[in-house]
């Protein structure tokens, strides 16, 4: 489709009312692009049009084209290509979905039953994978995987398949490898003050199937689950695909903030990150602790505490585990090796109460069929023999720098009203907006200087979501981060100035 062509066709469906009028411009355009996309009157490679051009022709601010343009770049159906522009990346296979599934990762689904999908099927599916997933240097969620000693991984993944034992080819039974299992009780003991023996520790493919076993094992389709406002997506996403009805608690500077009619509303799962709020940052404090673990005690509701980045605080003292102030075994304690090592490791480790390990055991395997033990094994000789523990300093130390880096670069923002989150740990940190930001647009802005960063209200529920940016320092290289730190705070400058 020529690009006069395609914008006349924008238009066409704008006034044709194809889509409500109430739906904001750029959620028209973005879903007009993307339905002939998916349709493929779009075809892959087809340039679009300059989002200045596109702008004139539709008599729409540039803004407006930029944010469609941004959700369609996040979701993977087009590509942006510095100095040349933006392409179509991707097209929907036949057969898939021809209407929206998705409105971005926090918003509400729509049903999509013409396909056959079931309404979990649909819960599932309701956010559309990045087809293209092109890291770029503030990308959050990526670590540096340049550190990785992948000579010294190759030596010990060696050294198992010399001579494999039978067993470890074989599923993984009784929780995990039991070397691996007592590795973590022994790390989690002293690091994380976890009050555990070896037997509560589960091995999983990562902290969303330690979720979904707890859902699925803890709960029934319909029971109410607390979720943190905001949280993390992938959480949020499971909890909803086991049919659970799930009831937003605000968060401030203490972490999870229960009001007295959040108190009413009695959940059979509480879903929080007390070490390290995500995405926000703060650590719940010693009294909001106390007053959840009292009343998940007197609910008999069960807490499910993510421990995703702990390893990476920066300064203070290590904060002790929300489990290991639990004297009523109400906590399901959960972390990852995604992280520390590769995300693609896909272990992580789930450690259950002592009543609650039979069970889940065996739901483990019923449900999983668990295996990958020769990674296991390879993985526990990496803790025992010490090398999980330099490579978890190393790569402190590389991202504490980051950070001091980035903060720096980003000072500037102050000047037009932004906050930059006070954090002493993890892989992100959070500039905060004003309310009326449109931080959609902002992180629009950034992308087209090839720095994607996340808006913060994607990951907030509800009408009233806060607004800001999700910076991931991870990534970037030293030498490199402050360069793209003052671009980034040039973007955010420019778009706040009133
Ligand atoms: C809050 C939170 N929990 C857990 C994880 C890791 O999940 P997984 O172990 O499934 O890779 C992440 C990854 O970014 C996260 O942000």
Request: net charge neutral; glycine share 6%; with cysteine.
């Given at each position: 489709?020529?690009?006069?062509?395609?914008?006349?066709?924008?238009?066409?469906?704008?006034?044709?009312?194809?889509?409500?009028?109430?739906?904001?411009?750029?959620?028209?355009?973005?879903?007009?692009?993307?339905?002939?996309?998916?349709?493929?009157?779009?075809?892959?490679?087809?340039?679009?049009?300059?989002?200045?051009?596109?702008?004139?022709?539709?008599?729409?601010?540039?803004?407006?084209?930029?944010?469609?343009?941004?959700?369609?770049?996040?979701?993977?159906?087009?590509?942006?290509?510095?100095?040349?522009?933006?392409?179509?990346?991707?097209?929907?296979?036949?057969?898939?979905?021809?209407?929206?599934?998705?409105?971005?990762?926090?918003?509400?689904?729509?049903?999509?039953?013409?396909?056959?999908?079931?309404?979990?099927?649909?819960a599932a599916a309701g956010s559309l994978n990045r087809q293209s997933h092109e890291v770029q240097p503030f990308t959050p969620g990526e670590d540096d995987y340049s550190q990785f000693p992948t000579m010294l991984w190759r030596r010990l993944l060696n050294r198992q398949w010399r001579a494999p034992d039978p067993s470890l080819l074989d599923y993984g039974h009784s929780g995990g490898y039991l070397p691996l299992r007592l590795a973590i009780a022994d790390y989690l003991r002293?690091?994380?003050?976890?009050?555990?023996?070896?037997?509560?520790?589960?091995?999983?493919?990562?902290?969303?199937?330690?979720?979904?076993?707890?859902?699925?094992?803890?709960?029934?389709?319909?029971?109410?689950?607390?979720?943190?406002?905001?949280?993390?997506?992938?959480?949020?996403?499971?909890?909803?695909?086991?049919?659970?009805?799930?009831?937003?608690?605000?968060?401030?500077?203490?972490?999870?903030?229960?009001?007295?009619?959040?108190?009413?509303?009695?959940?059979?799962?509480?879903?929080?990150?007390?070490?390290?709020?995500?995405?926000?940052?703060?650590?719940?404090?010693?009294?909001?602790?106390?007053?959840?673990?009292?009343?998940?005690?007197?609910?008999?509701?069960?807490?499910?505490?993510?421990?995703?980045?702990?390893?990476?605080?920066?300064?203070?003292?290590p904060i002790s585990s929300l489990q290991g102030m639990d004297q009523n075994d109400r906590v399901l304690y959960m972390g990852t090796f995604s992280k520390v090592m590769y995300p693609g490791i896909r272990l992580g480790y789930l450690v259950v109460p002592p009543n609650l390990v039979a069970s889940f055991k065996s739901g483990l395997y019923e449900l999983q069929r668990p295996g990958q033990v020769v990674i296991q094994a390879a993985l526990a000789d990496f803790i025992e023999e010490g090398h999980f523990a330099s490579h978890i300093r190393r790569l402190r130390q590389t991202y504490a720098e980051r950070r001091k880096l980035l903060q720096k670069s980003l000072a500037s923002v102050a000047e037009v009203g932004a906050r930059l989150s006070p954090v002493d740990s993890g892989l992100h940190l959070v500039v905060e907006f004003d309310e009326e930001v449109d931080d959609v647009r902002v992180a629009a802005l950034a992308a087209e200087h090839r720095l994607r960063v996340s808006p913060l209200s994607y990951y907030g529920i509800g009408e009233k979501r806060e607004k800001g940016l999700i910076i991931g320092y991870a990534y970037a290289a030293t030498e490199s981060i402050s360069k793209y730190g003052l671009v980034l705070a040039d973007v955010i400058r420019a778009a706040l100035k009133k």
């Open positions: 489709m020529k690009q006069l062509v395609l914008s006349e066709w924008l238009l066409t469906q704008l006034s044709q009312g194809s889509f409500p009028r109430r739906m904001p411009t750029h959620r028209r355009i973005y879903e007009a692009i993307r339905q002939a996309i998916t349709d493929r009157i779009l075809i892959s490679g087809t340039r679009l049009p300059s989002t200045r051009n596109l702008s004139q022709d539709l008599s729409v601010s540039r803004n407006t084209i930029l944010a469609a343009f941004e959700q369609l770049l996040d979701e993977g159906y087009v590509a942006a290509q510095t100095g040349s522009g933006t392409y179509v990346a991707y097209n929907q296979p036949d057969g898939f979905a021809k209407k929206p599934v998705s409105l971005g990762a926090t918003e509400p689904l729509k049903l999509q039953d013409d396909i056959g999908l079931s309404r979990r099927g649909m002293v690091s994380r003050a976890v009050n555990l023996t070896v037997d509560q520790v589960l091995i999983t493919a990562g902290t969303q199937q330690s979720i979904d076993l707890c859902a699925r094992l803890l709960t029934d389709h319909g029971d109410r689950a607390w979720i943190e406002n905001p949280c993390y997506w992938a959480a949020r996403r499971v909890l909803e695909v086991n049919g659970l009805q799930l009831h937003p608690v605000s968060v401030d500077k203490e972490g999870l903030a229960p009001t007295t009619e959040d108190f009413r509303a009695t959940p059979k799962l509480i879903y929080t990150t007390p070490s390290h709020q995500y995405p926000k940052g703060m650590v719940m404090s010693y009294g909001r602790r106390r007053l959840l673990l009292d009343y998940a005690e007197s609910r008999k509701a069960w807490i499910i505490e993510d421990d995703y980045d702990s390893e990476f605080r920066f300064e203070g003292r």
